[in-house]
T-cell receptor, first 116, second 114 residues
Framework: AQTVTQSQPEMSVQEAETVTLSCTYD???????LFWYKQPPSRQMILVIR??????QNATENRFSVNFQKAAKSFSLKISDSQLGDAAMYFC?????????????FGKGTLLTVNP | GAGVSQTPSNKVTEKGKYVELRCDPI?????LYWYRQSLGQGPEFLIY????????DSGLPNDRFFAVRPEGSVSTLKIQRTERGDSAVYLC????????????FGQGTRLTVV
């Protein structure tokens, strides 16, 4: 079974600064997807960024980028120029790429606080 | 609708009662997932529907939990003889079959068993 570990229960960052959230995972699969989701107090999970394991290039979405280290099974999220609206719970998630069941396995989350 | 809709938003029930939680997925999404998120935890998979059938119910914790999707659209998660440990946020997600399969989530139902 796949597992996802987020070792930072809480992180804080000053507005306009950069912060990195850590995630490690365990799987025996060679092809899979990794995700970062944001969960504000509204509870809705919002997809921030996605990485396909077969792609060597790290995914980037505006101020959000990842550092994907496949051999180390590490998948960190970097948020640049942090904004007050970035404050939320962030979850790292794993999904197999094969078959049709796209169920996600989540970590326990990191609570990000952005200080003005 | 434009997104995944879950009702009710909040539900308080007494221990031992029966509850139903509803999920209305994005139109055209054949895959539907239920997750349970306990306080301070990430969401945990409960059940996956492809169309009308439950393709994977391995995450259901016990036989008090049951889910249906009779017409391949709206799904109902049913919990019998509720226990205080069932208190959690229940999230629903839907996705297109195949492709990237990106999951779109609803805002969840917060269930409190008193």
């Amino acid at each position: 079974a796949q597992t996802v570990t987020q070792s930072q229960p809480e992180m804080s960052v000053q507005e306009a600064e950069t912060v990195t959230l850590s995630c490690t995972y365990d799987t025996s699969e060679s092809d899979y997807y990794l995700f970062w989701y944001k969960q504000p107090p509204s509870r809705q999970m919002i997809l921030v960024i996605r990485q396909e394991a077969y792609k060597q290039q790290n995914a980037t979405e505006n101020r959000f980028s990842v550092n994907f280290q496949k051999a180390a099974k590490s998948f960190s999220l970097k948020i640049s120029d942090s904004q007050l609206g970035d404050a939320a719970m962030y979850f790292c998630a794993y999904r197999n790429s094969g078959g049709s069941n796209y169920k996600l396995t989540f970590g326990k989350g990191t609570l990000l606080t952005v200080n003005p | 609708g434009a997104g995944v809709s879950q009702t009710p938003s909040n539900k308080v029930t007494e221990k031992g009662k029966y509850v139903e939680l509803r999920c209305d997925p994005i139109s055209g999404h054949t895959a539907l997932y239920w997750y349970r998120q306990s306080l301070g935890q990430g969401p945990e998979f409960l059940i996956y529907f492809q169309g009308t059938g439950a393709a994977d119910d391995s995450g259901l914790p016990n036989d008090r939990f049951f889910a249906v999707r009779p017409e391949g659209s709206v799904s109902t998660l049913k919990i019998q003889r509720t226990e205080r440990g069932d208190s959690a946020v229940y999230l629903c997600a839907s996705s297109l079959k195949g492709g990237t399969g990106e999951a779109f989530f609803g805002q969840g139902t917060r269930l409190t068993v008193v």
